[in-house]
């Protein structure tokens, strides 16, 4: 069974940076998906930025975390990053990372395509 702890949350100012790690047991071979997701209270779970393993890493973000927002991944480590620069209010919520054996690339900021989950962290951004 993959497993899957984040950490690196916590509480930071508007315009501030935090990097979310998430330590997995195992990396999704070729044609999997990586992905940083986030809940804020009444809200849905969304994606925020994902990795498609293909024959090269295609990378994925929501359109509100562009240019802020980079994943990474450390093969070595076995762990995915978050780096979030220029933080603003809004993006304060229970961050998750999931991990995909195969996935839609199209699809990889979909929730439903991902099969482990880790238990989350939380980032609030304050002003």
């Known amino acids: 069974q993959v497993q899957l702890v984040e950490s690196g949350g916590g509480s930071v100012q508007v315009g501030g940076s935090l990097r979310l790690s998430c330590a997995t047991s195992?990396?999704?071979?070729?044609?999997?998906?990586m992905g940083w997701f986030r809940q804020a209270p009444g809200q849905e779970r969304e994606g925020v930025a994902a990795?498609?393993?293909?024959?090269?890493?295609?990378?994925y973000y929501a359109d509100s975390v562009k240019g802020r927002f980079t994943i990474s991944q450390d093969n070595a480590k076995n762990t995915v990053y978050l780096q979030m620069n220029s933080l603003k209010a809004e993006d304060s919520a229970m961050y998750y990372c999931?991990?995909?054996?195969?996935?839609?690339?199209?699809?990889?900021?979909?929730?439903?395509?991902?099969?482990?989950w880790g238990q989350g962290t939380q980032v609030t951004v304050s002003s």
């Open positions: 999931a991990t995909a054996s195969y996935c839609i690339a199209i699809q990889a900021l979909d929730r439903e395509e991902y099969d482990y």
């Open positions: 195992e990396f999704p071979g070729r044609g999997g998906c």
């Open positions: 990795i498609y393993t293909g024959g090269s890493n295609t990378y």
